[in-house]
Every structure is written in structure tokens, then in C-alpha cells.
């Protein structure tokens, strides 16, 4: 007799229900068991619980994780405490979805993979920007540019759907991917330019400076023919690191003839080539400068092979204080420029810029000279 009533929860289980079938990997149970109490689930801490912890605002405590360098290194040490102390780990996915991130940021050398792998510079630049890059919750990418193929791929990669930002290196003219990137909403800063180039954000050393400091050493020396192997005149440095050695000769009242002026591109091969060439189509000069130390290096080996002594005959100066100015015989004077330091100014400086703070469109980094033996 059917009586028009709800069936019952005891008939729903009773003997007549279909039988179920084993499921001996458990997995229906997981995908309906909730954590709660006495199952031995184990809630993430919240952003809130870390700022709690350190003793300060939520906000403050979520520009510490998301590495914005707006923050005290006393305040950045008690965050990351509470971090490490609680087990804190950021959502990332949630964490997109809201703030239309890919916590990654690429770093881009416009060089060969031979040169960035093999010199010094490139080495100690990305020492400094991973040093920052490690303290905040994005990635890091390299990618090589040194040709106009690998340049359309990148310029391709560089947009908000891959990246937050990027961080540029080793420009020469003509190029203008910073200014390509920047249009597409990705914050860029540079280390270094490309000649004539203004990119929106640019971290340099004072090349010109050190130019004019390394060829008034020489000439207070009292050497007066100066031979100038440059670096790339595409290059904003490459240029102003001459324009530096003619400041000292004007500075000391000698004709701009004082100077022999060989092109480079900061390579130890092209450092050996123009030193050929001086020695070849002129008198020996009684003193050079080379824009790189590898520049001297290549020089150095010349001036060997052509019998001439260093510094007795010729002083040699180069530029960067690199690790090889304390180990080539005798030991190399050389420009210094705060290398690591660049990276990690270029790092804060990226990453402060997708937080969307305002930034300084230029900042220059002083050089010295270090004097050893060979001038």
C-alpha cells in the first residue's frame, strides 16, 4: 500500500540496494573525506598568522614574501623567521588568479651563450641579481639574445603571459626590445644601454668616470703615448670609457693626437687584435688602456710576444677589477666597477617596479681605480 510519504533513510541502505563494488585503493573515500578534527589533516598557516608572528602589519608581511625591497632588513629578518618557524608557504595558484602574476621574471643577455658562460662579468652580475631574485617568491630565467633570431624568439616569450618582468643586459644598437616590452605592460630595467637608447629604467657604473681615472693614472705616470683598445661603440659604455681617456688628455693639456685609438668588443681575442694593429702601424705606445680585463689579458700576451716589458716599456691599464687583474703576471691595474652590485640594485629595483612603486629612471654606480703592478 503506497501511502505517499518520503521513503526512508533504512530503505535507501536496505537489503534491496545494489551491491557496490570494492575499491581497495581507497579513493572514493579521499575524494569525499573532509579534513576536520582527528583526522590528522594539518591546516596551512595564513599570511595573517606570519604578520601576527613577527609583530607586524599584514601588509608589511606580504611585501616581504612577495620580495619587495620597500622593507627594512630588520623587518625582512623577522618576517622570514616567522616564515621558516610556521611552514608558511604561499599559494601561488590562488595567488595568480588574483593578481594576474607569473611570479617569473627573465633575465636577458644579449650575448652568445660562449661569452656569457665565459666571462667574468656576466658571472658576477647574476651572482648579485640571484642573490635578490632568492630572497623573494619569484623565478628566475635566462635566456640568451646574441643573435637576431634568438632576439624575435624573446621578444615573442616577453610578455605578461609568461613573465612579470625583465631584466636586460649587454644592449647594443640598434635595439629597442626594452621599448618593445615596455609597451606590452612588462616592466624592464636595463643594466647598461645600447648607444642613444633612454630605456624606461637603467642601472649603470660611471664608465666615463673610470675611463678618465685610468688614463690620468697613466699619464701622472708620465707616459704620453697612450694607446685606447676600446669596447663596442654600440654600447653606451664602450663609449663613454673613451670619452673618459680624451677627458684626461684634455684634462692635461695634450693634443687628442696623444691617444691611438683601437676598436674592441671587451673580449681577450679582440684585445689581441688591437694590439697588433697599434704595434703594427706605429711606433710601440708607452702605456695602454683597455676597456675589459680580458681586453688587457689579450694585450698583455702581444706586448710578451713583441718583446716588450710590462711595465717597463708600457703600463697597462684595464677595467672591471675582475678575479683575473689579481692573477696575470704581474698583476693587473684595473678599473674597478661594483659588478655584483649592479645586479643587485637591477633586482630590487625590477621587482620594487611590479609592485608598481615608483623608481629612479637612472642610477650610476661609482667606479675606482685599484693600482697593482702594471702601472
Known sequence: MVD?????????????APPTRPDPSGTRAAAVREPGPGTGARRSPTIEEVARRAGVGRGTASRVVNGSP?????????VLRAVAELGYVPNRAARSLVTRRTDTVALVVSESGDRVFGEPYFAAVVRGIGERIARSHVQLVLTMAGSRRDRERV????TDQYVDGALMLSLHAPDDLPDLVESGGVPTVCGGRAAGASPRCVVDVDNRSGGRAAVAHLLATGRRRVAVLTGPQDMSSGRDRLAGARDAVSDAGLPPEALLVEPGDYSEASGEYA???????????DAVFAASDLMAVGAMRVLR??????PDDVA?????DSPVARHTEPALTSVHQPVEEMGRVMADLLLARI??????????LPTRLVVRATA
Not at 710576444?305 to 710590462?310: I, K, S, Y
Open 155 to 158: 621578444a615573442t616569450y616577453l
Open 70 to 78: 620597500q622593507v627594512s632588513e630588520a623587518t625582512r629578518d623577522a
Open 4 to 16: 505517499g510519504s518520503a521513503p526512508t533513510e533504512r530503505a535507501a541502505v536496505g537489503p534491496t
Open 275 to 285: 694590439m697588433r694593429r697599434v704595434l703594427r702601424f706605429g711606433p710601440p705606445p
Open 355 to 364: 609592485s608598481g612603486e615608483d623608481v629612479p629612471a637612472r642610477t650610476v
Open 316 to 320: 697597462v691599464v684595464g677595467f672591471d
Open 305 to 310: 710576444e713583441a718583446g716588450l716589458r710590462v
